[in-house]
């Protein structure tokens, strides 16, 4: 299974570097957006400490990425790249719905 997951994973990455290869000429900006571990209500039922939550980031975070790469006015500098949604707060100054930011 976790073979699987990689290699769907990879296939993704890879997509992502060829349409935006294809779609640079035109200005058309294409990204991987990789959220970190998400804390989903499986993820909040299985956790058994807090250290293992204050890794977690909310779904929302993910959306906040988002919106942040929209207003970049400089966003196709990132084009064919995967990006991490907590390196973007970092580089963007948002956080996360609870005020923080997750761990690198």
Not at 16 to 23: D, E, I, M
Request: hydrophobic share 40%; aromatic share 6%.
């Amino acid at each position: 299974m976790a073979i699987e997951k990689e290699t769907a994973k990879t296939a993704i990455n890879r997509m992502t570097f060829g349409v935006a290869y294809n779609l640079r000429p035109y200005n058309i900006v294409v990204l991987g957006l990789a959220p970190g571990w998400i804390r989903t209500e499986a993820v909040m039922k299985n956790s058994h400490t807090p250290e293992e939550l204050s890794e977690t980031e909310s779904p929302e975070s993910i959306g906040r990425a988002v919106i942040a790469l929209a207003a970049d006015l400089d966003v196709m500098k990132k084009t064919g790249q995967i990006l991490l949604s907590r390196d973007l707060g970092r580089e963007y100054g948002f956080t996360d719905i609870d005020g923080r930011q997750p761990p690198l």
